[in-house]
């Protein structure tokens, strides 16, 4: 096998890589673990005894329009791996559940003695993920076909109308898609919010960035980094093998796990699959650090504590999933006021949402959101004015 060129962590080089780019730290982290994954595709594995896992991810940036540039930084990513020697198969345009599974079993080959010498494997990009996923997704089967995906099946039939049974063999598909929090709730029926398909789906919502950057360009060190990631990607997309624990990572691994499982029976913890969601990201971290196909405690530690900082802004998607019309209403203007730490006055706030809420609906938000323990109102001793600040523990997802 090939030498890296990166000394250290690709995702490293990959945050240096973007740093001239707009977007938060965490959309563009959260696209280079899921570029690593898409190379992965079902290579390398945990077995989980009664099943085996795989490194693929379903992972979608959440921002409003403009705001986070989520679209520029996806891009980023997948420009990469269409530039791999061997790419993987993407799929970035509105699909038919039909033509989804034709292409993915297309994908297959099998040989006279049956052998499966190419895996029914696919990279779902939704750039904009209403174009791809609308709302009729849920009543075409589509989102179902992706739910059932997941897991990676070894073998995957679908029956159809006009060619009778597809069959699929060795499937791994990642998704990684781009939305606004409006566009969410509208899509995503609120009986599917928390389970089914948004259960398998890794959210990162962001608010703002805090990068201003007005004449992006790259310099030579990003050039050559760009050369090294996907230098060092085609590495990457050539592992195979089974990973294992050190001794340290799987007595931490199970001491966590138990703590975990047993926050979840108190109903002290309502995150689902992140016992390997965690494992997936750890298969990712140490490939992203070399090819000993090894799963040490430092990695471990590192997998949950992104998981933990991504479900610090989980409270504030899931609202936005399970929204009502007036709950939309609450969620942009407790992202305006959020925008101002030393508080909003209720003027400015007024002008602000003037051509997009209601002015009847205004004061109906702010008294949920009052309520809610969401904002707080003061009024300024000296001018008697109103202002709302944003209260930080809700912020923080507490």
């Known amino acids: 096998m090939k030498q890296r060129t990166i000394k250290g962590s690709w995702l490293e080089d990959y945050m240096k890589f973007t740093k001239g780019q707009e977007s938060p730290e965490m959309f563009h982290l959260w696209v280079g673990i899921s570029v690593i994954a898409s190379a992965l595709e079902r290579s390398v594995f945990l077995n989980r005894g009664y099943y085996t896992l795989y490194p693929n991810l379903y992972v979608i940036l959440v921002a409003d329009s403009a705001i986070c540039k989520k679209t520029t930084a996806t891009n980023i990513g997948v420009k990469l791996l269409e530039s791999l020697d061997n790419a993987p198969p993407i799929f970035s345009q509105k ?8 292409s993915i079993c297309g994908e297959c080959i099998v040989d006279e003695n049956n052998n499966i010498t190419k895996n029914a494997t696919a990279i779902v990009y939704g750039p904009e993920l209403s174009v791809f996923l609308g709302r009729e997704a849920y009543s075409s089967g589509l989102v179902s076909i992706l739910t059932s995906l997941y897991d990676c099946p070894d073998e995957w039939e679908y029956e159809t109308i006009g060619r009778g049974k597809d069959v699929a063999y060795n499937t791994c598909i990642n998704m990684l898609g781009a939305s606004t929090p409006e566009w969410l709730r509208l899509s995503i029926p609120p009986d599917a919010v928390g389970g089914g398909f948004t259960s398998r789906v890794l959210f990162v919502y962001q608010f703002t960035s805090n990068r201003i950057i007005p004449h992006p360009m790259l310099t030579q060190e990003e050039v050559d980094i760009r050369e090294r990631l996907i230098e060092d990607l085609n590495i990457i997309r050539t592992l195979r093998g089974e990973f294992t624990f050190t001794k340290e990572a799987y007595d931490f691994y199970a001491s966590w796990y138990t703590d975990h499982r047993l926050k979840q029976i108190a109903g002290k913890d309502y995150t689902v699959r992140k016992e390997d969601t965690a494992l997936k990201l750890a298969m990712i971290f140490s490939v992203a650090q070399g090819n000993s196909l090894e799963i040490t405690k430092a990695i471990l530690e590192m997998a949950i504590d992104t ?4 479900e610090k802004f989980l409270p504030e998607a899931m609202r936005i999933l399970s929204s009502t019309p007036v709950g939309v209403y609450a969620n942009k203007v407790a992202t305006i006021i959020k925008k101002q730490p ?3 006055l209720h003027g400015e706030l007024i002008r602000k949402t003037m051509y997009t809420i209601d002015a009847s609906k205004v004061t109906e938000v702010l008294e949920t959101l009052i309520a809610a323990g969401v904002i707080s ?3 300024n001793a000296s001018t008697s004015e109103r202002f709302y600040i944003y209260n930080e523990d809700q912020k923080k997802g507490k």
């Open 95 to 102: 699909i038919t559940p039909e033509a989804l599974i034709s």
């Open 307 to 310: 998981l933990d900082q991504n």
């Open 342 to 344: 030393e508080g909003m």
């Open 377 to 379: 109102l003061h009024v």
